[in-house]
């Protein structure tokens, strides 16, 4: 089955700081991958997502993700974060024939600080 | 515009009673999903349906139940028998099966259990 890790719980920088939020994923062949994120008390939006080709996506709200399939990472990127970025990040990983269900990550919560 | 809605926001039940949770959405997906989330847990997967009068149990079914009458419309039902309740509740749907294709959530119920 497959897995999903995002190694920091808690992450703050300072606004007009570069970003970079971590994603591991466990699965046997290549997966789609996402990248949600979530305001206090919302839904989840849509940021970002790879099923093939460039490895370097381009979502929403200046955002980035890169696919490594060597290191098994999807990792977030932004260069210049703004205070209206803080919110709790979510990676999620969904498979080929698997209903289209998404394993997700336990979240990286954002603070940034002014 | 199209969406996806939950009512109530905010839910409060008294232990012991069964509450349903509501989920519509007018984006013509086929697929629906029910989501449990926790802090520090990340989202968990309780239901997932593909299509109408069908659906599956997903992670966490013990306790819920589900109901997918019509195409727009996948109700979860909160029971007795589920020991830890309070939660957030996510409903999402997908244009249909398959893993390739994202989810779009719904704004989320926070059930309270008194």
């Known amino acids: 089955a497959q897995s999903v890790t995002q190694p920091d719980i808690h992450i703050t920088v300072s606004e007009g700081a570069s970003l970079e939020l971590r994603c591991n994923y466990s699965?046997?062949?290549?997966?789609?991958l996402f990248w949600y994120v979530q305001s206090p008390g919302q839904g989840l939006q849509l940021l970002l997502k790879?099923?093939?080709?460039?490895?370097l996506v381009q979502g929403i709200k200046g955002f980035e993700a890169e696919f490594k399939r060597s290191q098994s990472s999807f990792n977030l990127r932004k260069p210049s974060v703004h205070w209206s970025d803080a919110a709790e990040y979510f990676c999620?990983?969904?498979?080929?024939?698997?209903?289209?269900?998404?394993?997700f990550g336990t979240g990286t919560q954002l603070k940034v600080e002014l | 515009d199209g969406g996806i809605t939950q009512s109530p926001k905010y839910l409060f039940r008294k232990e012991g009673q069964n509450v349903t949770l509501s989920c519509e959405q007018n984006?013509?997906?086929?697929?629906m999903y029910w989501y449990r989330q926790d802090p520090g847990q990340g989202l968990r997967l309780i239901y997932y349906?593909?299509?109408?009068?069908?659906?599956q149990k997903g992670d966490i079914a013990e306790g819920y139940s589900v109901s997918r009458e019509k195409k727009e419309s996948f109700p979860l039902t909160v029971t007795s028998a589920q020991k830890n309740p309070t939660a957030f509740y996510l409903c999402?749907?997908?244009?249909?099966?398959?893993?390739?294709?994202?989810?779009?959530f719904g704004p989320g119920t926070r059930l309270t259990v008194l």
């Open positions: 999402a749907s997908s244009i249909t099966a398959g893993g390739r294709h994202e989810q779009f």
């Open positions: 699965y046997g062949a290549t997966p789609y």
């Open positions: 790879y099923f093939s080709g460039d490895t």
């Open positions: 999620a990983v969904g498979v080929a024939g698997g209903g289209n269900k998404l394993t």
């Open positions: 984006l013509n997906h086929d697929a």
């Open positions: 349906s593909q299509i109408v009068n069908d659906f």
